[in-house]
């Protein structure tokens, strides 16, 4: 859900209100000492000796922190790095919280000099009564910035640190930014909550390097990355806040937890009534008198974001890798990779029995362990070294992606399936948002578009039982499809005929108590914005409608051009009909918002190259006309993905498709690369190819609040231009990783039963999946659209599979797909892309002497008694055919016998 409906007069009109406004008073910023370390300009501030500047030296105007904001932000209650927050106590006192930022108080300077460049005693400004010292230094240490506090009890009795924050306050702030300026100044910040191998690394909004990387010292793990909430303007109780506003141009700041334990279940969880199970496990430590600790952390630049792995292992940090990644079907074991200056002392697995770990042969330098799945959920593996030093990798442990996709299709078209033909507004047949904490369909709620299967927040349970159907149809669900598209898209959330035919309606629920006056719940306020009347549910001016419903036309035509009897209400010709009609409405009657990338919005080139496949010319040639007009106006952009929000990450998949397929290749690069910035690889399920979202849980989640989502629609969506960028560029491991990180991140919402949730949440107070479907179906076309296993030679791991068990034989290699659909197949070596669009792989075998590719194709069923097979070379070179086959649209129709079908693919 989108921020037009939050501020619906405000954020368009933005730079008119600022040149309207007065300017306001800035304080001036305060007094600062600077020093040249290694790679960065360092600044500090003189008064309190916090961290006011960090700088690349090689590029001017750029800065990791927001020195910009320095005047508003000098005052008590905004943290900077450098400060800390501490929550104490004696024997069995109450907890006491001391926070040098809360009420600042003048800091003692200490002499500084060799490596170090700055010292104080910050005891005085923690707050009264502290009992211990407080002593911070700025070091540098083997031509790098570190940070490092001292913590010492003079006192006679034990004191105990129950938590231990470290502010980490980086300019992550786009709010007065135009999306070039943010683009340029901005950075986004993602953990590594690994415990003693935990690091933060920060990269830059356009994506292009340095990327700073915040290491740890000894004794200082990443045990939780806690958000510093936002704060009254005044002064106010609790140390784990900041006064900077937290908004959807502003994510907020975090915490460094050092130790976490006595903030462990300060809030109950609205969800379970329980505090959330934290990371890792939350500790703490007793310093006895006399008895000091030094925590630290150094400040480390990475070239670029690809180089970040090669920066830890050159700076001593333990690194781990995930193929494909962390998470793991129980179908298809996964391996981790661990490189390390000190030996493994043991590998440990919680909850028991969630996995094991094998070790296998690994390439010089590395250990390998095979990671096989055997229960469901979250798992995590702790890795000590001889030192006793532990890193946590953190996976998710699913079912079988095939039946992953079986237990989401029967759930949407059954616990979700609405068909109250009593309903006033006309909603039966349905597939409607769903709440797992209630377990019922939502009829109603507040914001309309929840109840009124439109718009990501309403849209995305149909959406996503549409698009199941693709790879995975049955013939009962795909029943119900038509019926909801026939019966209710078509006529009633869609223009049936007339000059707006195709156009698509914002929401099929609305607020009319005059006319309704029994229907809507007695304890919902109904009086905001979000509660419209049927004018504004029936406006047809917002695209981001349309993509959903031109899937569902799309899906079922492909269903009825390529399967028998699987759609019977009309032929394919109709539904791609359809499908032409709502992407030509789309520019239509919603041109505003159609400037921008849409979520999905591949669809639309997936509708035109259907179109072109089929002969339909004019048709066709209408739809290239509209969108090479979009795509002529991107190209004209430093960043050709706005929104209508000051920035997102929705828009890029689609720019990225129009850049290639119009021939713009710069601008597809920088929209790569852009994506590579707020996507990273991390050993973490939650993390990992996590596109940076959060805002969305207002718009599509029960838990309405700021907050940063895990595996919300746009890390499955995000996936699908990494992986295209791979298949044109083979030798970019790091495309795919991050691309199978998304894609498979996007499949952790569903649980057991086939409940879809909109988003994971990420604060230590819920630590658990939302409870409404929201918009989570955007993410399941990505990951259905996308799903694919990639055979890949990499020159230091050897042979490996993304999405599929490899197995070496000879001169030939095996993979046997796992992905779910098994339909698509990319071989890295030979650079061939093979599709289908019926019929599934149950084998492939790449033999690179002969250069050929060996299908093993799965038997006939009623409903494909045909394969429809596709190869392309996206990288160019020679292009691989079948050796049997009738070719037609662009492709070649295989008859399926009762047994297995062998096909060969060879250069042409």
Known sequence: MRTDKLFPAVLLTLPAMLAAAPAPVTPAA???????????????RRDTQTLARLAPRAERGFDFVPSNRAGERRGDGFNHVGDVHLRLRRGAGAWQDYSSSRQRRPIKALAAGGAVIARADITGTMGAGIPLTVERAWVRQDGVPALRITLANPGTRPVEVGAMGLPMVFDNIISGRSLEQAHARA????????????????????????????????????????????????????????????????????????????????????????????????????????????IGIRFVAAPSIRAIEPTLTAAGRPLAVGIPGYVVPTDAPADLFVKAAQPIRSVAVSPAGAMTLAPVAAPAGWARYRVTGSGWGRARVAITYADGSVQAVHYYVTKPLAQVSADLGRFATTRQWFDDRADPFGRAPAILSYDRQANRIVTQDQRMWIAGMSDEGGGGAWVAAAMKQLDHPEPAEVARLERLVNETVVGKLQIADGPHAGGVKKSLFWYDPARFPTYYAKDVDWTTWASWKKKQADDLGRSYNYPHVAAGHWVLYRLARNHVGLVTRHDWRWYLGWAHKTTVAMMRDAPHYAQFGQMEGEIFLEILLDLQREGMTTEAKEVEGLMRKRADHWRTLAFPFGSEMAWDSTGQPEVYAWMRYFGFPQKAAVTREVILGYDPTVPHWGYNGNARRYWDFLYGGKIKRIERQLHHYGSALNAVPLFDAFRRDPADLHLLRVAYGGFMGGITNVDRDGFASAGFHSEPDVMDWDPLTGDYGMGYFGH??????YLVRDPALGWLGFGGTVDERGEGVAITPRDGARTRLFVAPAGQWITLAAGTIARAEWQPAERRIVLTLDPATATTPAARLSVEAPAGGQGFAPDTGRSERGGWTIPLGRRATTVTLRVR
């Open 784 to 789: 259905a659209y996308a799903a694919a296993t």
């Open 187 to 294: 950075s986004f910040v993602d953990p590594y909550i690994g415990q003693d191998a935990g690091y933060l690394q920060v990269t830059r909004l356009n994506g292009r390097g340095p990327a700073l990387l915040v290491l740890p010292e000894a004794r200082t793990p990443l045990e939780e990355y806690r958000i510093l909430r936002e704060r009254g303007r005044a002064p106010a109780a609790g140390i784990f806040t900041d006064r900077s506003p937290r908004e959807q141009t502003a994510e907020g700041f975090y915490d460094w937890m050092v130790a976490s334990r006595a903030v462990a279940g300060e809030a109950p969880n609205p969800i379970a009534g329980k505090a959330g199970a934290p990371w890792n496990p939350a500790t703490g430590f007793t310093l006895a008198p006399g008895e000091r600790r030094t």
């Open 30 to 44: 305060p007094a600062e000492d600077r020093f040249v370390i290694g790679a960065f300009d360092l600044a500090l």
